[in-house]
């Protein structure tokens, strides 16, 4: 909807799976997400738009997760050495949010 808050969730670690690519992990603060949807990843000092092309939650396939949920994003064509724990994954659009350590 219109007026849903924009996703957001903290990245708690990551993975490099070879078959499938970078993985972020972590709870989702708030929002929804889905397969297919556009996220930057805020570091400190740097941003990449990516492409969500995966959502696993305790080894279950989603196609949508939402607010309190513990999933992985499988972030397409991204380096695992991009993304950090500590990063945030926002929803495109959410330039109200600035990475803070």
């Not at 996703?7 to 690519?21: L, T």
């Not at 889905?34 to 969500?52: E, H, L, N, Y």
């Not at 513990?70 to 990063?87: A, E, T």
């Amino acid at each position: 909807m219109a007026n849903d808050p924009l996703f957001r969730m903290k990245v708690e670690d990551v993975f490099f799976i070879a078959s499938r690519g970078t993985v972020a992990v972590g709870r989702i603060e708030q929002g929804t997400i889905s397969t297919g949807d556009k996220v930057d990843i805020q570091g400190p000092g740097s941003t990449k738009r990516a492409v969500v092309s995966g959502l696993e939650m305790l080894f279950k396939t989603l196609n949508q997760a939402g607010v309190g949920d513990d999933i992985g994003v499988l972030l397409k064509d991204v380096s695992k050495d991009f993304v950090k724990r500590g990063d945030m994954l926002v929803g495109v659009g959410g330039d109200d949010f600035t990475w803070k350590p």
